[in-house]
């Protein structure tokens, strides 16, 4: 067993270093100002393909059960107020950074601690298993971690802090592959309400933040463009999708 758990350890860190894929996008000051926008862009559209495409699917592989939009509106509500607080935080401290990022912050880190909750599972069962899991996992990361950290950048995070956010919410992963290693069955059994809960917020975020952001900002032609590239997000999630399910 002490073998498996060096597996999963490893598994789990190599997702996490995904994380810093966003960096090499700002290496230029000038890339940055250009992309950010059209990024926050596909941020929305990956976070809606993320909700919809890939983890309402995973929720309802057992079947529908009545508890499942439950608690997608719980995912919902309880972003909605945390956001709330948030806003009054930085209403009455002066502080310039969107409540969104931190909004997003506390989303892909349950998200991540899913992530890892899987990729043990797998490895419990069998080594191949898990390698499949794990790559898995790391192709549709790619778009998502693009997309966060892209969404910690606008929200007002320098390139530095929004790594380092980035990545700590990364190593959730190994908190979740931990817990779940110790504790499969309950993981096991109340995975399907960590997952529904995490596609509400992950609605939430996407279409009361990152939408609205979008339509602000978008003029004349850039409305096109910003719609092509939020499309792309959603394509994106699709396609790693169902790559890695055939």
Known sequence: MVVVLLQILIAVFIVSLVSILGIFIFLKEKIMKKALFLLV???????????????????????????????????????????????????????????????????DGIHNFLDGAIIAISFLNSTSLGIAATIAVIAHEIPQEIADFSIL????????????????????????????????????????????????????????????????????????????IFVLGITAVFLFTQWFEG
């Open 153 to 228: 950048i606008y929200g007002g995070f320098s390139r530095m802090k929004a790594l380092v956010y980035n990545f700590l919410t990364a190593l959730t992963a190994v908190i979740g592959a931990l817990v779940t290693y110790f504790y499969s069955s309950a993981i096991e059994s109340s995975n399907t309400y960590l997952i529904s809960f995490v596609v509400g917020a992950f609605t939430y975020i996407a279409s009361t933040d990152l939408i609205p952001e979008i339509h602000e900002e978008s003029r004349g032609d850039n409305r096109f463009i910003t719609t092509i």
């Open 41 to 107: 862009s596909f941020a929305a559209g990956t976070f809606l393909g993320v909700a919809f495409l890939d983890l309402l699917p995973e929720a309802l592989e057992e079947g529908f059960k009545e508890t499942i939009p439950i608690f997608i509106l719980l995912g919902i509500l309880s972003f909605f107020v945390l956001e709330k607080f948030l806003y009054w935080h930085h209403h009455h401290t002066g502080e310039e950074v969107h409540s969104f990022t931190y909004l997003n912050i506390i989303g």
